[in-house]
C-alpha cells in the first residue's frame, strides 16, 4: 500500500515556474515508478512526466519537454515536478501516481496505475 500527497500547487503568471512535490508513504516506495498526470475541465486525463523506480529513466509529454523536470528522492520517499516556462494551458489538477516497476513501462496510460494523490490545483493566468 502506498499513500500520495501532491503539494506546491497555486496560481502563477504565465512565464513563473512552481515546484510540485509528492510524498509517498511506505517502506517500498523505490519498487514503484512515479509518474505525473494532469486535468482540466471537461479534458480527459493526461499523462505528463513519469520516472523509472531508481530514477535513471525519465519520460515527458512533448508538451512539456524542456519546460518541466521530474525527479525523485527515495531515501525521502518524494517524487518532485519543477514546473517552468508555465502557459495558461498547463492549468489543470496535476496528480502524483505510483505502478508497481516490474509492471512499468515507458508512457503507460493513467488507468494502469496503482496509487493515486488526491491533486493539487496548478493555475496559470495570462
Known amino acids: 500500500q502506498v499513500q500520495l500527497v501532491e503539494s506546491g500547487g497555486g496560481l502563477v503568471q504565465a512565464g513563473g515556474s512552481l515546484r510540485l512535490s509528492c510524498a509517498a508513504s511506505?517502506?517500498?516506495?523505490?519498487?514503484?515508478?512515479m509518474g505525473w498526470f494532469r486535468q482540466a475541465p471537461g479534458k480527459e486525463r493526461e499523462f505528463v512526466a513519469a520516472i523509472s523506480w531508481s530514477g535513471g529513466n525519465t519520460y515527458y509529454a512533448d508538451s512539456v519537454k524542456g519546460r518541466f523536470t521530474i525527479s525523485r528522492d527515495n531515501a525521502k520517499n518524494t517524487v518532485l515536478l519543477q514546473m517552468n516556462s508555465l502557459k495558461p494551458e498547463d492549468t489543470a489538477v496535476y496528480y502524483c501516481?505510483?505502478?508497481?516497476?516490474?509492471?512499468?513501462?515507458?508512457?503507460?496510460?493513467?488507468?494502469?496505475?496503482?496509487?493515486w494523490g488526491q491533486g493539487t490545483q496548478v493555475t496559470v493566468s495570462s
Open positions: 511506505g517502506r517500498t516506495f523505490s519498487s514503484y515508478a
Open positions: 501516481a505510483a505502478k508497481w516497476a516490474p509492471f512499468y513501462s515507458a508512457y503507460d496510460p493513467w488507468h494502469t496505475y496503482d496509487y
